[in-house]
Nanobody
Framework: QVQLVESGGGLVQAGGSLRLSCAASGRTFSSDAMAWFRQPPGKEREFVAVVTWSGGYYADSVKGRFTISRDNAKNTVYLQMNSLKPEDTAVYYC????????????????WGQGTQVTVSS
């Protein structure tokens, strides 16, 4: 059974930092895309960042503030979030899979349960 388990969410003041982790089990994703999406309150889930064999790619809204990385030995992907803003408040989801359209929610077969990130002003 494949599982993705996120951790590291919480409450932080604007300008602060958080590091999210997503540990995968049940299969190896070293050759696949591993991504982060988020769902702000009352809005649809949106792409945040993805790491593939060719590197990391980011949504414009987080570029320069967030960094995605992976540790294939641990089957884990991370999201370092700096200079957080209140508009970053959302449930953050980890996703993984062999996808071609990395920014689309529907491309991913495997999802975590989500972790809440709240940024206060």
């Amino acid at each position: 059974q494949v599982q993705l388990v996120e951790s590291g969410g919480g409450l932080v003041q604007a300008g602060g930092s958080l590091r999210l982790s997503c540990a995968a089990s049940g299969r190896t994703f070293s050759s696949d895309a591993m991504a982060w999406f988020r769902q702000p309150p009352g809005k649809e889930r949106e792409f945040v960042a993805v790491v593939t064999w060719s590197g990391g790619y980011y949504a414009d809204s987080v570029k320069g503030r967030f960094t995605i990385s992976r540790d294939n030995a641990k089957n884990t992907v991370y999201l370092q979030m700096n200079s957080l803003k209140p508009e970053d408040t959302a449930v953050y989801y980890c996703a993984a899979g062999a996808v071609s359209r990395v920014g689309l929610v529907g491309s991913y077969s495997y999802w975590g349960q989500g972790t809440q990130v709240t940024v206060s002003s």
